[in-house]
Nanobody, 124 residues
Framework: QVQLIESGGGLVHAGGSLRLSCAVS????????MGWFRQAPGKEREFVAA???????YYANSVEGRFIISRDYTTNTVFLQMNNLQPEDTAVYYC??????????????????WGQGTQVTVSS
């Protein structure tokens, strides 16, 4: 059974950085397209970043140039490096795995497995 466990969230001042981790158990991370999503209070869950099995990466316009998604096969972990954080980045961040390798990497519905989420709060 696949499990995704996020960590690394916290409270940071505007302009600061955080690195989120998503530990994958049950199957190797190379089996999936992986994504990060976030959900702020009262808003829908939105796409942040994705990394396909090929290694190609994709970002939401709002985080392009500030966030970096990566993966480590040795630890079976996916990372989201978040730099120059702003108050509008405040949300619960979720890791997700797509085992069917859809091309719609920014669509919540294509992901089969989700983590429990980690809170990121950016103060102004």
């Amino acid at each position: 059974q696949v499990q995704l466990i996020e960590s690394g969230g916290g409270l940071v001042h505007a302009g600061g950085s955080l690195r989120l981790s998503c530990a994958v158990s049950g199957r190797t991370v190379s089996s999936y397209h992986m994504g990060w999503f976030r959900q702020a209070p009262g808003k829908e869950r939105e796409f942040v970043a994705a990394i396909r099995r090929s290694g190609s990466t994709y970002y939401a316009n709002s985080v392009e140039g500030r966030f970096i998604i990566s993966r480590d096969y040795t630890t079976n972990t996916v990372f989201l490096q978040m730099n120059n954080l702003q108050p509008e980045d405040t949300a619960v961040y979720y890791c997700a795995a797509d085992e069917h390798h859809s091309t719609n990497h920014n669509y919540v519905g294509v992901y089969d497995h989700w983590g429990q989420g980690t809170q990121v709060t950016v103060s102004s």
